[in-house]
Nanobody, 120 residues
Framework: VQLQASGGGLVQPGGSLRLSCAASGSIFYISTMAWYRQAPGKERELVATATRAGTTMYGGSVKGRFTVSRVHANYTVFLQMNSLKPEDTAVYYC???????????????WGQGTLVTVSS
């Protein structure tokens, strides 16, 4: 299983970016798809999650500014980031919890990370 994230870059404060992450490989069932981020010198933190049923949850610092969505058919999750702030600068990682077979257990998989820099 591979997760390929894209969409990071340099943006000015107040700007927007849209991250994408596509999962591929031996996938039988995907439960949750999520985004985490890690800023320099800080621990990795949860940004947003989207369950298979469509429930979404956000970290406190991004509520009202970020929107997570997913497309079940092609195992893709998006993160629309608006009103970006310098403190949003971090490497953003996508995460998915899935089964590779009908009898397999749920396991976590991570993408390679995409850098988001918010600076004037």
């Amino acid at each position: 299983v591979q997760l390929q994230a894209s969409g990071g870059g340099l943006v000015q404060p107040g700007g927007s970016l849209r991250l994408s992450c596509a999962a591929s490989g031996s996938i039988f069932y995907i439960s949750t798809m999520a985004w985490y981020r890690q800023a320099p010198g800080k621990e990795r933190e949860l940004v947003a999650t989207a369950t298979r049923a469509g429930t979404t949850m956000y970290g406190g610092s991004v509520k009202g500014r970020f929107t997570v969505s997913r497309v079940h058919a092609n195992y893709t999750v998006f993160l629309q980031m608006n009103s970006l702030k310098p403190e949003d600068t971090a490497v953003y990682y996508c995460n998915t919890r899935l089964r590779t077979g009908s009898s397999a257990s749920l396991n976590d998989y991570w993408g390679q990370g995409t850098l988001v820099t918010v600076s004037s």
